[in-house]
Nanobody, 123 residues
Framework: VQLQASGGGLVQAGASLRLPCAIS????????MGWFRQAPGKEREFVAA????????NYADSVKVRFTISRDNAKNTVYLQMNSLKPEDTAVYYC?????????????????WGQGTLVTVSS
């Protein structure tokens, strides 16, 4: 499975961005798709996840309501719609795929990772 995240950039606070993550390879094996982020000097943290089977989602409390994860199975693409961006959302955003999907909140549960895309939110 290969993952290609894109869509990052520099935006002002309050703006929106949509990050697509293109999935290639054995796409049927990615039971759960997730987004994580890592800010400078901080540990990687969970952002959102979506299950292939039923489309159910999970979100970190810090992004709930503002961010939406979605999946287009026909296009093998997962999206992270980010609204009302804040400077504290500045980070490199990574998409990841989990084969078993046992614990979508934990990075260790994911088997495949994309290269990351940088989102910078200015105040």
């Amino acid at each position: 499975v290969q993952l290609q995240a894109s869509g990052g950039g520099l935006v002002q606070a309050g703006a929106s961005l949509r990050l697509p993550c293109a999935i290639s390879g054995r796409t049927f094996s990615s039971h759960v798709m997730g987004w994580f982020r890592q800010a400078p000097g901080k540990e990687r943290e969970f952002v959102a996840a979506i299950r292939r089977s039923d489309g159910s989602t999970n979100y970190a409390d810090s992004v709930k309501v503002r961010f939406t994860i979605s999946r287009d199975n026909a296009k093998n693409t997962v999206y992270l719609q980010m609204n009302s961006l804040k400077p504290e959302d500045t980070a490199v955003y990574y998409c990841a795929a989990s084969v078993l999907g046992l614990n979508p909140y934990t990075g260790g549960d994911y088997n495949y990772w994309g290269q990351g895309t940088l989102v910078t939110v200015s105040s």
